[in-house]
């Protein structure tokens, strides 16, 4: 891990849907264990607090109900919005939690706050900050036109970087976040924000991938403090990731999954929902994590181990340490 002298205080946000409750409780306990966040907001309809709160009596974790974050605006505006448009609101939950993971912006009190997706488990201690203060980005490849189209009619800002924002976590800095929803209100008339957003994706686009609040956010801080930000890239600041845990080990991971990942030198994994799963593959994988672990103790046939971590990191594509 790249050690930092620079550790300003941050919070943690996290967007719980219906389709994620087990496994957000098992990503909070772990943002909690290794992370220095100062509270963790755990943005979910009300009927799901009461998942989390024996998790409230060991952690400053803080229940906000999506439904009351705005004002004059939830779920059912977005569903209503995009039945108007397109007959049918299947995308609804998609830009929804969008909207909130900004819109928090105006009650955190911390400087920072670090959005992390509710299916990402993170596995090891990660630093988010370089010495000088920097926020470390960790960029992806992803270029999906209609997003630019978007932050192009909103704000009009084209895109300015050769590479993407969208990742599973973003810490952002809360000034900025909040100076960049003052900037869509003023467009907005007397309606909240978010309908600015929404009217000016194209229709096209809106049934699929129309707006990213983290390309959105991420190309706003380029254009205003490009300098408050830099991307990862010395080895010790590189992150080993992978968005196969589905594959590996199903939706939900024991301890013992987890270990093993972490061995295998990943910061953190993704469990998507929606990744093909073979029920017989997963199983396998539990009894050669299982075989992994009993060999760690038999010192003279530990060498079969690298043999192990060698097949599964070839056969679910994981990348090697950097």
């Not at 959105?216 to 968005?243: C, H, I, V």
């Not at 994988?285 to 181990?305: A, D, Q, S, V, W």
């Amino acid at each position: 891990m790249h050690s930092s002298t620079y550790n300003p205080n941050y919070d943690i946000v996290i967007c719980v849907g219906p389709q994620h409750i087990e496994i957000a409780q098992v990503v909070i306990n772990q943002v909690n264990r290794l992370f220095q966040a100062q509270t963790i907001y755990v943005i979910t309809n009300d009927t799901n607090f009461k998942y989390f709160e024996s998790l409230g009596q060991t952690i400053d974790l803080v229940p906000i109900n999506e439904n009351e974050l705005f004002d004059k605006f939830n779920f059912q505006s977005v569903s209503h919005f995009l039945i108007s448009k397109l007959n049918n609101s299947d995308r609804t939950g998609w830009y929804f939690q969008q909207f909130l993971k900004m819109e928090i912006a105006k009650i955190i009190k911390s400087d920072y706050y670090l959005i992390w997706d509710a299916d990402t488990i993170p596995l090891k201690p990660i630093s988010f900050f370089d010495k000088e203060g920097k926020v470390l980005i960790h960029k992806s490849e992803e270029n999906h036109a209609p997003y630019f189209e978007t932050l192009q009619n909103v704000l009009d800002i084209a895109k300015s970087v050769n590479y993407s924002f969208i990742s599973e976590h973003f810490m952002v800095q809360t000034t900025l976040m909040r100076q960049m929803l003052f900037d869509l209100s003023k467009n907005a008339s007397e309606r909240p924000w978010p309908y600015y957003i929404l009217d000016n994706i194209a229709i096209k686009d809106m049934a699929l991938s129309g707006f990213s609040e983290y390309e959105t956010y991420g190309n706003f801080l380029n254009s205003t403090n490009p300098d408050s930000f830099r991307l990862r890239t010395a080895t010790g600041e590189l992150l080993n990731t992978s968005r196969n845990g589905s594959m590996l080990f199903g939706t939900l991971p024991n301890t013992k999954d987890l270990k093993f990942l972490e061995v295998l030198g990943l910061h953190y994994v993704t469990f998507e929902i929606w990744q093909d799963i073979n029920l017989k593959e997963i199983k396998n994988n539990k009894k050669r994590t299982k075989l992994f672990f009993l060999l760690e103790k038999i010192p003279l046939i530990k060498l079969l181990n690298k043999l192990i971590a060698k097949k599964i990191k070839k056969t679910y594509s994981l990348p090697p340490q950097p």
